[in-house]
């Protein structure tokens, strides 16, 4: 019998559970079950101790079980395997499943609720549809872990269901194509934290990715030779059903359309631009709304994709479509005078209106970025707010279903406790400010109003919320190579998996850094390859000598709002195969001192051995890879980083041996200014654009941790 713990004693985890969440009593409450699991459960109860498991988990079915279901219990055997080890000689540990019938699995409407107990004796796992049984696997995997004496579960009851139904990530295959063997690993993870829609964006600028037999130009010529046959697709299709996730294809018009204008360039607004032109943005390319053809092949090229892509959902872009490729087009503006389109935004209006019904007759609901929603356009499409996070409050009250980006950019290369601060439902939660604006004024102000923070902006009433249908995790890819795309979208996917599944009180961050890399060495035990694909393109940088370039990576991160992309400008795809390439946004080893160093002095003594050790081997990293960077242009450049770490490191040493004298510490502290300095200059997109960067991209991210150091106060 489990009896209720003093709730003094909950770690911020469980103080955020619904009321009602049974804790038992005890000196101590198995920390281990609190650290494990991601996204947060609605509630849940833990007992006072663990089950083995050493013998393997049977699972018998109490309901019927349907083929789906089956082999969603062989990947849970399998990874169950790769966690905890092989199933040892004992009795295996039996949990009874039972799922109801859900015909609207697979859409918005599906039933994700389920129950999950493990006792001393056996487990029992009851799910509405087939999705909880789903879900209630991967938690149940993230309950079992290997220990000395064999695998054990711990005992734990988890009531859960999520909070938003639309849980998304969108991958964006044009800029760097990347293979169905990569998508589906993301696939894999996706299950894993509960994600349950994958946004997948095959057309752009740099590349068409689908097979089309009606337009078969569009793979032949705006493909460059890397694309998804129609078999494909249905294969990946059906990789996803099986897992619970939905896909929803985007095929962007009018606008980001250059590679269908240069397979049909009789549909541009304006002369097809040569794309090897330095500097060309590859973005601007629109098609010419006013050219009747341009409706055909959106009536025949979407209805071909339908039959590919089962989901109600399809997004056609909208966004970022110049106005000057329709004005200074003479027919175009010829048109939108005899029609009485005064803006490109009331010509797009119109234009995305007979989108929309041209998908509705095909039975789909038509999703656009925010740009769709400045003009009138239909209730029922669905629009993506992406450039702050007002939109999600001005489509609402338009009554338009929403599904937010804004906030969740990973391109952005924020940390995962950036993005886990952003609520879908605040409108005040992303945007940039009045000050960021007035530190870096911009030469063309209009082009940044829609990206800046209405301080003004209205709370969502709970009409809108309703309309609030979830969330997306978006990773734009010109700065993603296919080695690259593991490590930039995980784990702070699964940072963003929790904030849409779990509470909104759900905020603690340093609880969420402490899971963190549980979550992701589970992910790679089960098939993730961000860590293979880091060391693969570290050894190809340092044949033979990349160590030291590991170690400075440990401590290192990526410049962040879109700084990467303007370095790339002068240096281009060079700056993929870089330090900064295998530099993560979330350095775990950084994190980790810094979070120790606080403690240590808050009065944490015993820390100081740990901490030492890890200064160490940074201080002594430097001459390493100075020897190893030599003749190596992309390791040169990142040398004077390499000195900065060394230099801080030591700094951090004579702190905790209570070194004496000033000359040192103003040194330090100098040095400290200047890299905390290198952070404010990429602490906006204005910043990034404006300012100037560090040596290859990286910063240092152990600041915190030895800035606390120094300024703690002398024994």
Known sequence: MM??????????????????????????????????????????????????????????????????????????????????????QGAPYVLHVSAGQDRAYLSVDEKEHYALTTAATGGRLEADGPAGVIHGLATLLQLVRAAPEGAVVERIHIDDAPRFAWRGLLLDVSRHFDTVETVERQLDAMELVKLNVLHWHLSDGTGFRVESRMFPKLQDVGSHGQYYTQAQIREVVAYAADRGIRIVPEIDVPGHALAIVRAYPELAAQPVPDAGIKGENLNNAALDPTNPQTLRLV????????????????????DEVVASQWTKNPAIAAYMKAHGFETAAALQAAFTGEVAKILAAQGHVMMGWDEVSEAPIPKNVVVEPWRAS?????????????VVSAGYYLDLLRPSATHYAVDPFDTKADGLTADQLAKYPPKNPDFFVPFTLDEHAAPLDEGQKALVMGAEGALWAEMVSEPMLEARLWPRMAALAERFWSAQSVRDVPDLERRLPGVMTELEATGLQASQHQEAMREAMAPGRSGPLKILTEVTVPVRNYALNHLAVSKGEAMLSAPVAVADPDAFAAMRFNAMARRYVQGEAGLAAPLRQMLQRWAGNDAAFVASAKGVPVLEDVVPVSHAVGLLSRAGLNALDGREGSAWRLDANRLLQDQEQAFENSVSMLAARHSAQPPGGLLIAILPGVRALLTAPRP
């Open 390 to 402: 007002k939109w999600t409050g001005s489509a609402t009250r338009a009554g338009h279903p929403v």
């Open 299 to 318: 009536r025949v090229l979407y209805g071909e994709m339908g039959g590919l892509f089962p989901d109600r959902y399809v997004h056609t872009g909208g």
């Open 3 to 88: 009896q209720t713990a003093p709730y003094r004693r909950l770690s911020a985890f469980r103080r955020v559970l619904v009321v009602g969440a049974v804790l038992v009593s005890g000196s101590v409450c198995p920390a281990w079950a609190e650290e494990s699991l991601l996204p947060v459960p609605q509630s849940v109860s833990v007992s006072n101790g663990v089950a083995p498991v050493g013998g393997g988990i049977q699972i018998v079915w109490d309901t019927r079980p349907s083929p789906l279901l089956l082999r969603a219990a062989a990947r849970f055997t399998t990874r169950l395997t790769a966690i905890a080890g092989s199933a040892g």
